[in-house]
């Protein structure tokens, strides 16, 4: 969807001829006679300004429908509650690490079975999937080491058994790819990082393909309740009319740092699916029309917490904190926050090394962004020489 596409979707006021979406703040809507209304009639149910934003994301998407939840874990529970005791989900082993607790702990034991592989491969995919898998979920790419999947592929192998391919495609948003065009049949979104773009809100988003996913969806949503606000919504609306821009931007930004980190002579590893050295770099390019995200992940040479934690605390704009994909650049050291609780070993197979370091890179100069982790790594290196007397 073009940028010129998107801003003219955001529809002004048709009462006042508001130019912006007004905020219906409202619980309920006056009926004219039981039953008799504007096509509103209860908050929870429905509400004009969450109707606004879903029909954009439905369009930004290239579904039947999407829906807005109070965060990208609600979204993803939503579509959960599709399932029933003893069917099974087959999901990317580097899934998101919110979405391996809600499988785990709250669904494992209402009877689901989750089976998790490497979808990179995609034989892995073909391998794993039975009879009894009812969603095949992935991530592409992945959180923090943006490992990228074959979407249209896997959406083959998933509807030989008849299974729904989800996707969540926070990593990418709906500029760098549209997986419902590649055969998935549910696209998730946490409307926290590139889609609210600010860093002020939290969110989700399940978008649907089909007219009978759309109608299952809209009945869980309004059965489980955990819409999003009207003040949110608005916010979220007003994310996605800079959304293309900020996000080449990001892109950009990023290739650049990528790049810079590269060269670098105190880096081990650099994670960047638009760098050729990357294992999906072809896939990625072709997946994500050539815009990799703004998201880079690198490990130093000296591999220690103590010097990850020296990096971390050594930058001026990029700030310290979990979350990614707002105007405003971020980093973040995953095996003491977003990557906590999963174990070390279980973390190094993944490829979450003591000095992993995520950044998130915003819409700053590039080369201020440069002149940040270059003036880290003159602070981690001093410490070093200094550490070895
Ligand atoms: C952040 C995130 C989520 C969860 O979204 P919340 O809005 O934090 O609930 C889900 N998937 C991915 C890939 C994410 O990055």
Not at 59 to 67: M, Q, Y
Not at 127 to 143: D, F, G, Q, Y
Not at 156 to 181: H, R, W
Request: glycine letters at 8%.
């Amino acid at each position: 969807m073009s940028a010129t596409h998107i801003i003219h979707s955001v529809p002004s006021d048709p009462l006042t001829g508001a130019i912006s979406v007004p905020v219906y703040q409202t619980s309920t809507f006056i009926q004219e006679a039981p039953g008799v209304n504007k096509g509103f009639d209860y908050a929870r149910t429905n509400n004009p300004t969450r109707k606004v934003l879903e029909d954009l994301v439905a369009k930004l998407e290239r579904g039947n429908s999407a829906f807005a939840f109070a965060t990208g874990l609600a979204a993803i529970d939503s579509v959960l509650k599709l399932l029933s005791t003893g069917d099974e989900i087959l999901a990317v082993d580097d899934i998101y690490g919110g979405a391996y607790r809600l499988f785990t702990h709250v669904y494992q034991k209402l009877g689901i079975k989750v089976t998790y592989v490497d979808t990179t491969e995609v034989a892995n995919v073909a391998k794993a999937i039975t009879s009894r898998t009812k969603l095949v979920w992935i991530e592409s790419p992945t959180n923090p080491t943006l490992k990228v999947s074959d979407i249209a592929t896997i959406s083959t192998i998933a509807k030989s058994v008849g299974a729904l391919l989800v996707v969540d495609n926070t990593f990418a948003s709906p500029i760098g790819q549209n997986p419902l065009d590649l055969g998935a049949d549910i696209v998730i979104h946490s409307g926290t990082k590139y889609i609210g773009g600010h860093s002020d809100l939290v969110a989700g988003l399940v978008v649907t393909k089909t007219q009978e996913l759309s109608e299952k969806i809209k009945f869980i949503q309004n059965a489980s309740g955990g819409v999003l606000g009207p003040w949110d919504c608005f916010l979220t609306i007003r994310g996605i009319e800079t959304l293309d821009l900020r996000f080449r931007k990001q892109c950009e930004n990023a290739l650049l740092v990528a790049k810079f980190l590269q060269n670098h002579e105190a880096v081990a590893k650099v994670y960047y699916p638009g760098l050729k050295q990357h294992k999906n770099y072809e896939i990625a390019k072709v997946q994500q029309a050539g815009l990799f995200g703004g998201v880079v992940s690198f490990t130093l040479k000296d591999d220690t917490q103590e010097a990850a934690n020296q990096f971390v605390t050594n930058t001026q704009y990029f700030k310290l904190a979990e979350s990614l994909g707002g105007v405003k650049s971020l980093l973040c050291h995953p095996a003491q926050m977003t990557h906590a609780s999963i174990p070390r070993e279980r973390r190094l197979k993944a490829g979450i090394q003591d000095s992993l370091i995520r950044l998130s890179c915003g819409i700053e100069e590039a080369q201020d962004l440069i002149d940040d982790l270059a003036g880290a790594f003159q602070k981690v290196t001093v410490l070093t020489e200094v550490s070895s007397f």
